[in-house]
């Protein structure tokens, strides 16, 4: 990996003024052991927006949004989401994790609980909701994501799409702020990635704030509202999904798409 | 990891309790101080409870004599030796069963396992059950089991012992084999051994070279040890006999039929404290002539109640000419119409009534019929010898022992006593036997380097050669069958593991089916089956704590008898515990590099 | 084109016959194999099955069967343990007959086998034990009741966590007693013995082992090194030397732990002591495994939902591993049960132990050769009966489980 620094110092891939920045990141940097992830991110999204992060593996790209919601520690820099910073504090740490939803490659449902277990977990043990404001909140987002008739079953029951709506359904029975999706049909076969996706796209253009980390271009097209591209640990090029994919302005950007278009 | 800039930048401001750092290093302080506190209090109320009771708490106890008898150790043991020398026997004790069990459960268990996959149906039903019965009865049944209800009541007694062939003995006190033991002579051997080793090495260096140099595969292992063998083999026969250092004599004590070879240092004939014994020395003993006795006996033996039995010490078949054997009043026994008959000649036999008068021996004669209950004749029989002939070899303390043979001299008058009588009574009642010293010839003989030893049975015990109890057995034997059950479910397991496709690939190339499983599925399945292995051998050794139900003489037994005695309970508790991490501590360090190389195989 | 007709296979690759030289007369050798092992086979099972009836002493066993099941416990309070025995058929039937599908019948398995058994003992019990006669009624009674009653009310389910709890209670008081002179006068556990004893042990020990095991083990996977170090060293202390020897240390320092005098801590408190603690070290290296099968990314999505750590271990990891390690922790309590029977070293008369005392006693010691060959038999098969029933149990558990979670 060339160790080519950017030309113009870090690229910022700030939000359009004008909104309201909902996640703030800045300077980031991190470290696994002597392996430097993330240098010098420079990063926000403002509220509604759908963030679309691209790059190759290992690029850093899922460790970025993992920092997010703090499943990963960042060494440098600062994080705010909705206001709060992630700090040390457990508070801090709580009050972002509650209003972030994360949907994960390997669905990580619980396979222990049924489908709606699943979904209302968090809003009564977290929300401390009553038990029927949440199974109705549940059956809601069920219905949403087109599975309601599932509730009943064990995750193990499902095929990966609908267990990766399911996966989504919880995250978003939380009522979260912002929707972080970490390559979330990487895991699926070929004919059920179009289920996960539109539903994907139908949150987008409800108005969810979302960060994707996927390879779906057409997704991106679609609804993203900004492309950012990664490489070894940092952001590459930003900018608007039609720019990105007619002419992108950096070679490595120009050298990745040209592999996976 | 490059220094803090501005990260995290406001966690100087975090409430302690918040920052998920300090909640952590938090914790485990209150952790640690709940612990010491813990062991503080065990500490505090442990060395007070020691205190008020003044039980020992230190280790100094370890020096004293321990006075406690151990029937069985691998290095000398008496029982003037110190407490800690007896925990060293104990440990030794442990490792002499738990190497043997380990090695012939595995063997049994590889067994059991293949059987469990034999196409044969028979094979496959004998071992499944033989798993699913010994694994789920507790071991302590069965080691009891082993030790009270076969290995004692089934086997002849001792006097009867079996004469398998090649000198081995077999009774319900054991099993004595012949044994080389190491003479006085060895140290000979010494430049031998490494004149040996050295032929061994430059051997095996120089046929390697050989071959590496004509560039032929093959090993030179077996010329070295060849060589090394040939020079061990000669280098033994040319160091040839040695004659004792002149100061050694025998000692001997007709009461209790011991001869003691010792160094007559001040020249007067008897052992004194300060002279030392005289390890295996071949003594050629001889009795002119001497008398044994014995009354016959109503004894179970096989858990069947024989009546009018006999038995007098092991004596040779080949040594029968110079014996006989008669009633003590054989005027007495004519008036009864009583005879004798031998199982074996001049050892054992019954005394019978011959009721139906046909001159032999049949089954019911043994039984007095005059008498309220069934019972035997009891009778007093006496062996007579001439011109007795025993080699002997003396055990590690300089020991050996003949027949309690007592002279004819005393014979004639009153019988009394007979084998039953413990050479301690003998000694306290010496007027009527003193008079009647028995008369034997003890000549010592020049020796090799090593010494053949072939047990013998001259009063109740095996002496030479060497033992294996009934109690060691009895732990052995429940220890390599309880195990092998789980072994063998390890080595099906490993089997069963290796894909099916390596057997059909293998086949598929050719190989017969001895050449798939030595070939290719044995060493598969190796890999699979090692590391749980080495648990079950950690589990064999750990399990032979059970020793006491066999009444053997092991780490736990004997640590058991020290707290006992001493009362020394924290300071053996320590011990004990510390033995028993150190082994298992060895097994798991085997056990990682088993592990280790396993990983290395696979890549 | 033609569809052909299915033949059946040739004569030799069927039947009987097939079968016969496939598994035993394939080849000569295998002949020969099989020919030697069904005769050792049939000499074997003829000579034990002929022993075991015509020459074996069994009466001296027979009379003492009441040593074996409780030892000395009083005869005229036997409807107490017997009362115990009762009270948990009447949950198992409860539980059996109100659970539902899937892991009840697991659980209706375990009843009918229980009740199986409690039958045989029952008849057993109307020709041949008076004392108890109508004791093992009413055990076979409460089964049946409990389990008819779980069919009839459902319902009780979501109790029966509270009436398994309560039943603890009732049966440690059954057991000692609540003192006084009368039908609950206190009973000594110098008397408790027998086969009693061996399930109390193995009860108490699994049960409590359970919860410490699962603390050390968490303890053992911590993040943070003293919790970790601590564990580890415990488990592996307790673990690297054998339960004998643990029984033997309990019953010397127990009583110096707690600086009271020997005697005002029973043995049987030295041994549960021992026997949990020990249990506690390999539940621990169970529970351990089951928490290394849960994937991480279970942790990752709970903790990403906002649950706390605690919440993330109790709801998310510990309900997965757990139920992952269930036939590890049945394979335990089989061992376990074995175990028990090493407490003769602390001086109780468990179920092996009475053996060791009717062994000796004069009227045995009269007999020929003794009886210990009768009595290890039938020590070998009451033990193999539970724990073979148990291994079973747990293989049909294990691949119940297996088919669950796919």
New interface residues.
């Given amino acids: 990996m060339s160790e080519v620094a950017a030309p113009r110092g870090p690229v910022r891939a700030d939000a359009p003024d004008g909104g309201t920045r909902i996640i703030e990141i800045d300077g980031l940097n991190k470290w696994f052991g002597e392996f430097h992830v993330l240098k010098d991110i420079h990063l926000s999204v403002n509220k509604g927006e759908v963030v679309v992060i691209i790059g190759p593996s290992g690029s850093g790209k899922s460790t970025l949004i993992r920092c997010i ?1 703090r ?1 990963e520690e960042h060494q440098e820099g600062r994080i705010v989401v909705d206001g709060i910073e992630l700090t040390d504090d457990v508070r801090n740490i ?1 009050q972002v ?2 209003e ?3 949907v ?1 490659q ?1 669905f ?5 609980l049924t489908v709606l277990d699943n979904v209302t ?2 809003p009564l ?2 929300r401390k909701w009553k038990k029927a404001q949440a199974e109705e909140r549940a059956m809601y987002f069920l219905e949403k994501v087109g599975i309601p008739e599932q509730a009943r079953k064990y995750p ?1 029951q499902l095929s990966g799409g609908q267990q990766q709506r399911v ?1 989504i359904a ?2 978003l029975t ?1 009522e979260p702020k912002v929707m ?1 999706f970490d390559e979330p049909t990487s895991a699926l076969d070929p004919e059920v990635i179009g289920e996960v996706l539109d539903v994907m796209v139908t949150l987008a253009k409800e108005g969810m704030t979302m960060a994707v980390v996927t390879h779906e271009m057409g997704f991106a097209r679609e609804v993203g509202d900004r492309v950012i591209f990664m490489d070894a640990g940092q952001i590459v090029e930003v900018g608007t999904p039609e720019h990105f994919f007619q002419n992108p302005r950096e070679e490595r950007t120009r050298a990745f798409l040209s592999k996976i278009l | 990891m490059a220094t803090t800039r501005s990260s995290n930048s406001g966690s100087a401001r975090i409430p302690f309790y918040r920052n998920v750092k300090t909640i ?1 290093l938090l ?2 302080i209150v ?2 101080v709940v ?1 010491v506190a813990a062991m503080y209090i ?1 500490y505090h ?2 060395s ?3 205190r008020a009771s003044d039980i020992p708490a230190d280790f100094s106890f370890l020096g004293n004599r321990a006075g406690v008898p151990i029937a069985e150790s691998v290095i000398r043991y008496s029982p003037n030796d110190s407490y800690g020398r007896a925990f060293v026997i104990g440990v030794l004790n442990t490792l002499k069963v738990a190497l043997v069990g380990v090695v012939a459960a595995t063997l049994l268990g590889i067994l059991i396992g293949v059987m469990r996959l034999s ?5 496959r ?2 071992a499944t059950v033989y798993v ?2 010994l694994r ?7 080691i ?2 082993w030790y ?3 290995l ?2 089934l086997p002849p007694r001792i006097l009867n012992a079996v004469m398998a062939p090649g000198g081995i003995l077999l009774s319900n006190q054991g099993i004595a084999l012949p044994w080389a033991y190491p003479t006085h002579h060895f140290p000979a051997m010494l430049p031998v051994l490494a004149l040996a080793l050295v032929a061994g090495l430059g051997t095996w260096w120089w046929w390697r070279r050989r071959l590496i140099r004509a560039d032929r595969p093959g090993s030179a292992a077996g010329p070295g040890w060849l060589a090394l063998l040939l020079v061990l083999l000669i280098g033994y026969f040319a160091v040839g006999r040695a004659p004792l250092p002149a100061d050694v004599t025998t000692s001997f004590r007709a009461a209790s039929g011991v001869v003691t070879a010792f160094r007559d240092l001040d020249g007067n004939g008897t052992r004194g404290p300060n002279e030392p014994t005289v390890p295996y020395v071949k003594i050629d003993a001889r009795v002119p002539d001497g008398q044994l006795q014995v009354q016959t006996q109503d004894l ?1 033996e ?4 024989v009546y009018s039995t006999f038995r007098f010490p092991i004596l040779r078949p080949s040594d029968a000419a110079k014996f006989e054997v008669a009633f003590a009043d054989p005027a007495k026994a004519a008036a009864q119409d009583l005879h004798l008959a031998f199982k074996r000649f001049p050892s054992r036999g019954v005394v019978y009534q011959d009721r139906n008068h046909n001159g032999a021996f049949d089954a019911g004669e043994e039984i007095d019929t005059a008498a309220e209950k069934p019972r035997g004749f009891n009778e007093s029989l006496v062996l007579t010898a001439t011109d007795f002939h025993w080699r002997l070899v003396t055990d590690r303390y300089g020991e050996a022992r003949i027949p309690r043979f007592e002279a004819e001299a005393a014979a004639g008058g009153s019988v009394s006593g007979g084998t039953n009588i413990s050479p301690a009574q003998l000694f306290s009642q010496p007027t009527a036997t003193s008079q009647a010293t028995l008369k034997a010839d003890f000549t010592l003989q020049k020796v090799r380097p090593l010494v053949w030893s072939v047990p013998r049975v001259p009063i109740s015990t095996y002496v030479g050669g060497i033992e294996l109890t009934t109690n060691y057995l009895a732990l052995l034997i429940a220890l390599i069958v309880y195990t092998a059950s789980f072994m063998a479910e390890i080595v099906r397991g490993g089997l069963q593991a290796v894909a099916k496709g390596q057997t059909e690939a293998a086949k598929a190339l050719g190989l017969s089916d001895g050449q798939t499983f030595r070939l290719i599925v044995f060493p598969q399945a190796l890999r699979i089956i090692l590391p749980p292995m080495i648990s079950q051998y950690l589990n064999l050794t ?2 032979s ?2 020793a ?2 066999a009444a053997y003489a092991e780490l ?1 037994a004997i ?2 008898i020290i ?1 006992n005695q001493t009362g020394a ?2 300071p053996v ?1 320590l011990m ?2 510390a033995a ?2 150190v ?3 060895a097994f798991a360090f085997v056990l990682n590099i088993v592990n280790a190389r396993m990983a290395l195989v696979e890549r | 084109m033609e569809v052909l007709p299915s033949r059946r296979p040739p004569r030799d690759a069927r039947g009987v016959r097939a079968w016969l030289k ?3 007369f ?1 080849s000569i050798s ?1 002949s020969i ?2 020919v030697v ?2 005769g050792l ?1 049939v000499w074997a099972v003829v000579g034990l099955v002929g022993w075991i009836l015509t020459s074996a002493h069994w009466a001296q066993l027979w009379a003492n069967l009441r040593l074996f099941a409780v030892y000395r416990y009083p005869a005229d309070l036997l409807w107490r343990p017997l009362g115990v025995v009762a009270l948990v058929m009447l949950l198992l039937g409860l539980t059996a007959g109100a659970s539902g599908r899937g892991s009840g019948e697991i659980i209706r398995g375990v009843f009918w086998w229980f009740f199986n058994l409690v039958a045989v003992l029952t008849v057993l019990g109307l020709f041949f034990w008076p004392a108890v006669r109508w004791l093992w009624v009413m055990v076979a009674a409460a089964g049946l009741l409990g389990y008819f009653g779980g069919r009839a009310f459902p319902g009780v389910m979501r109790s029966m966590a509270y009436l398994w709890g309560a039943s603890v209670v009732v049966a440690v008081l059954l057991l000692t007693g609540t003192g006084g002179s009368g039908a609950l006068r206190t009973v000594d556990t110098k008397q408790w013995g027998g086969f009693m004893l061996t399930l109390v042990l193995a009860i108490v020990g699994i049960a409590v082992s359970f919860p410490l095991g699962i603390a050390l083990a968490l303890g053992r996977r911590s ?5 970790r170090y ?1 564990s580890v060293t415990f488990i ?2 307790i ?4 339960l ?2 643990w029984l ?2 309990a019953s ?2 127990v ?5 009271v005098s020997p005697d005002r801590i029973s043995a049987l408190f030295r041994a549960m002591v021992a026997v949990t603690v020990f249990s506690a070290a390999y539940m621990a290296e169970n529970v351990r495994g089951g928490l290394q099968a849960v ?1 991480r ?2 942790n ?9 750590g605690w ?1 993330t271990t109790r ?2 990891v510990l ?2 591993a757990l ?1 992952a390690v269930i036939p590890a922790i049945v394979g335990q309590a ?1 061992g376990l049960f ?2 028990t ?2 407490v ?2 602390v001086g109780l008369f468990d179920f ?1 132990n009475v ?2 005392t009717v ?1 000796s006693q004069p009227q045995s010691l009269l007999i ?3 009886i ?2 009768e ?3 039938f ?2 098969a009451v ?2 009966y539970f ?2 029933r148990m ?1 079973v149990a747990s293989r049909q558990l294990e691949r119940q489980l297996g088919v ?3």
């Fill in positions: 919601n499943l709580d994790r509650r972030t939803g994360m994960f390997q990580n449902l619980f396979p222990h977990l968090a043990r977290v193990g996966a919880r995250a939380m972080l | 952590g914790a485990q952790f640690v612990v065990v109320n442990v007070t409870a020691l196409r044969n149906f028979m094979l039903q004998i699913e019965t789920n009865t507790p071991l302590a049944v069965q009891v089991f009270t209800a076969i004692t009541p179970v096989s858990r069947r109640l750990k399990n704590s059970l006491p139900l736990f640590s058991v707290a309970s924290v508790t004990l515990i028993y991490v082994i298992s501590l | 496939q598994n035993l394939g295998n194999i099989s092992s069904i086979g993040r943070l090194p003293v919790i601590v592996e202390v673990r690297g030397a054998p004998i020897t033997f240390i010397l320092l009583p110096l732990l707690f600086a994937p990314g279970q990752e999505a709970a903790r990403a939902l906002g649950l706390s919440q709801l998310i309900p997965q139920r089989i074995k175990d029977s090493l003769f070293i092996f053996s060791n062994a020929p050769g003794g210990r060959l009595l290890s038999l020590l070998a033990y193999w724990a073979y291994s669950g979670t796919r």
